[in-house]
DNA sequence: CACCAGGCAAGTA
DNA sequence: TACTTGCATGGT
């Protein structure tokens, strides 16, 4: 199905904000770690976090697969269900050693359908997490979809409530070129989109992709400022 | 005080 | 398959 919407949408909000450079990480440990933490939670928790681990040296899964328990929770606490994602961080150190000799490179060598479909057997990675891994530390062509890409794709009539997470990445795959530098850009402008726009205005006025709206009856300027 | 934030697993029907 | 519940902190 074609939603040449899609397209357009990207191309204002990338003319309005430029490149994001995401995901705000150094390596692909530092960005999985934040994956996992990032899970229903705010990212300005997430960092601090982050901060405490940098601080203690342990923004690495050895380090992590081998420090004690508390330590670990203590660490990542502001990041909340610290016991949960400790466990979580914890199977993935002891995974990626065990199955893959401890090295990302070798895990990263799998190729993207394979690769996802480890991520999505390890305990604590779900599709959004998986996919936000294939993107963002794999550079894969797949469409992350959160929160965010939600409420974006519900409040311009592009989905129902209740589309399935697959069905909602099909329709990115479907109007858009197989370009992980794309889906990277598109995603993170969805997010700014979200976090510094719609979320003070929900109405849109002024929102960048006001206009487009305007223009396709596809869309509906009606749908734009709903829920 | 309530509500939300870049989900997921486990249990139930 | 389609709900429901627990997990937890920090900001508004």
Redesign the pocket.
Same mark, same amino acid.
């Given at each position: 199905m074609k939603t040449p919407a899609i397209q357009r949408f990207h191309d204002a909000l990338f003319a309005h904000w430029g490149e994001q450079h995401?995901?705000?990480a150094r390596t692909r440990a530092e960005m999985m770690l934040?994956?996992i933490l990032?899970? %229903?939670?705010?990212?300005? %928790?997430v960092e &601090?976090a982050l901060s405490n681990l940098r601080k203690n040296g342990a923004l690495n899964l050895r380090t992590l697969e081998n420090c004690p328990q508390e330590k670990l929770t203590g660490w990542i606490?502001?990041?909340?269900?610290? %016991?949960? &994602?400790?466990d979580y961080i914890k199977a993935m150190a002891a995974t990626l050693r065990n199955r893959f000799d401890g090295s990302l490179d070798r895990l990263f060598a799998l190729d993207t359908p394979t690769l996802r479909h480890e991520l999505?057997s390890? @305990?604590?990675?779900?599709?959004?997490?998986?996919d936000?891994i294939l993107l963002?530390a794999g550079k894969r062509p797949v469409f992350?979809i959160?929160?965010?890409t939600r409420?974006f794709l519900s409040r311009h009539g592009l989905c129902g409530e &209740?589309t399935?997470y697959d069905d909602l990445a099909r329709l990115f795959a479907d109007n858009l070129p197989a370009d992980p530098r794309l889906f990277n850009e598109y995603h993170a402008l969805i997010?700014r989109l979200? &976090?510094e726009h719609c @979320?003070t205005k929900p109405e849109c006025t002024g929102c960048p992709l006001e206009g487009i709206a305007r223009k396709n009856p596809d869309i509906g300027l009606a749908k734009h400022g709903a829920v």
């Open positions: 995401w995901w705000p934040g994956a990032t899970q %229903n939670t705010a990212w300005t %928790n &601090k606490r502001p990041a909340g269900y610290f %016991n949960q &994602k400790a999505l390890w @305990k604590g990675i779900g599709p959004e997490t998986a936000s963002y992350v959160d929160a965010y409420r &209740k399935r997010v979200g &976090k @979320k």
